[in-house]
T-cell receptor
Framework: SQQGEEDPQALSIQEGENATMNCSYK?????LQWYRQNSGRGLVHLIL?????REKHSGRLRVTLDTSKKSSSLLITASRAADTASYFC???????????FGTGTRLLVSP | GAVVSQHPSWVICKSGTSVKIECRSL??????MFWYRQFPKQSLMLMAT?????????EQGVEKDKFLINHASLTLSTLTVTSAHPEDSSFYIC?????????????FGNGTRLTVT
């Protein structure tokens, strides 16, 4: 399977704390994307980082990419209860049409 | 912008019946749409890639005669689960990419929860 793996599988933190999720993948990529899924809903795109980029920021989100280790991390700073969701990384190859999703991290942020 | 509407949001059907799920791009054209299946607390598994005006491309292990996909226009793709059985109960999600933007993010529908009794 080309599916990536994420860790931790589940993460429980308090509001205000930072949350870090990691994603590892197996094949060469063109880009890596992070998505968020609220329970029973579709996915919402958060951020895309290209293979020639090492770090990217968007609001309270910070994504890093290490292509030599085939890994990425998503950091959510100053978390809020509304950040409670599942987070998935997804990789796309050069000339890709489809994305391969990781196993996901379920984040619970308690007030 | 870039809204994907998926309908119905949930459906309950009896074993042996067929169910059609629609995926529409409301404010953009999508030459390619993707259909995923998701089991509880698991990741999304790509079932097939739907291409406007041509046959869908199915992933290994997905029965094309069981899961019929039609992409008749640039804004609509349908997935029909034929002769549904309880093991087909799952959360089905479609996604679409804006036509001509091959490296852009996907836009997802809100999913359809199918329960087969």
């Amino acid at each position: 399977s080309q599916q990536g793996e994420e860790d931790p599988q589940a993460l429980s933190i308090q509001e205000g704390e930072n949350a870090t999720m990691n994603c590892s993948y197996k094949t060469s990529i063109n880009n890596l994307q992070w998505y968020r899924q609220n329970s029973g809903r579709g996915l919402v795109h958060l951020i895309l980082i290209r293979s020639n980029e090492r770090e990217k920021h968007s609001g309270r989100l910070r994504v890093t990419l290490d292509t030599s280790k085939k890994s990425s991390s998503l950091l959510i700073t100053a978390s809020r209860a509304a950040d409670t969701a599942s987070y998935f990384c997804a990789t796309g190859n050069t000339g890709f049409q489809k994305l391969v999703f990781g196993t996901g991290t379920r984040l619970l942020v308690s007030p | 912008g870039a809204v994907v509407s998926q309908h119905p949001s949930w459906v309950i059907c009896k074993s042996g019946t067929s169910v059609k799920i629609e995926c529409r791009s409301l404010d953009f054209q999508a030459t390619t749409m993707f259909w995923y299946r998701q089991f509880p607390k698991q990741s999304l598994m790509l079932m097939a890639t739907s291409n406007e005006g041509s046959k869908a491309t199915y992933e290994q292990g997905v029965e094309k005669d069981k899961f019929l996909i039609n992409h008749a226009s640039l804004t609509l793709s349908t997935l029909t689960v034929t002769s549904a059985h309880p093991e087909d109960s799952s959360f089905y999600i479609c996604s679409a990419r804006v036509a001509g933007e091959d490296n852009s993010p996907l836009h997802f529908g809100n999913g359809t929860r199918l329960t087969v009794t």
